[in-house]
């Protein structure tokens, strides 16, 4: 198949420690103050992508989804562990082997249910990078969800481990999703999968 792997731009993003980001405001309502604690000028893009990352952060869950922003790495793992009943969880990225990899072909060369994430109720829990002047991921738990691990060859001999996630259940979604649109079908009719950027992190149990 044909696709590149890039991060969203928020990689080398560094999370604050826990207690530094909880003395943080972290509201929509509270915009101005963030931006003037974080030295953010309020006129850049920086200043519009923040602000939107705390409206998606504060944005209602889907139909069966259970979501949360995480300000902090501990914040994040509290979530995972708490989503999946367990504290015995394991993390996985898309891992390129060559940054800057253009668009091309690749050949996939093995295909893996990722570990843990082969239980019936197919618990999983995705976190992806926001935009944000410190490391914010927008963290859900989605049902009837799995999570494979993929290994690809690029034509130009790249190696990828990606991380793929399918999604069975897409009826609570939002009918005008990308993910429709470019798939051309309707909520709920079809799986949907798709490869998750090298700054995002699936969760699942581990055992």
């Not at 504060?58 to 139909?63: G, I, R, T």
């Not at 668009?103 to 976190?127: F, I, N, P």
């Amino acid at each position: 198949m044909t696709v590149q792997f890039a991060s969203t731009g928020t990689t080398g993003t560094k999370f604050l420690p826990r207690s530094e980001a909880e003395a943080i405001p972290f509201s929509s309502q509270k915009v101005p103050e963030i931006l003037a604690r974080l030295s953010v000028d309020p006129d850049s893009v920086e200043a519009a992508e923040m602000a939107q990352t705390l409206r998606d952060c504060e944005a209602p869950a889907a139909k069966g989804e259970k979501k949360a922003c995480a300000t902090s790495l501990e914040s994040m793992v509290d979530f995972a562990t708490a989503s999946l009943g367990t504290r015995h969880v394991r993390a996985v990225s898309t891992v390129v082997a060559k940054e800057g990899s253009p668009k091309q072909e690749y050949t996939v060369t093995g295909v893996e249910r990722a570990a843990g994430g082969t239980d019936d109720d197919g618990r999983v829990v995705a976190c992806h990078a926001e935009p944000y002047a410190y490391a914010v991921f927008a963290c859900h738990l989605t049902p009837q969800t799995r999570a494979y691990s993929v290994s690809m060859l690029g034509r130009d001999g790249t190696a990828v481990d990606a991380v793929a996630v399918c999604h069975a259940d897409t009826s609570g979604w939002n009918p005008k999703h990308v993910a429709f649109q470019v798939l051309n079908v309707k909520p709920g009719t079809v799986p949907v999968c798709h490869f998750l950027p090298q700054d995002h992190v699936v969760w699942t149990r581990s055992g």
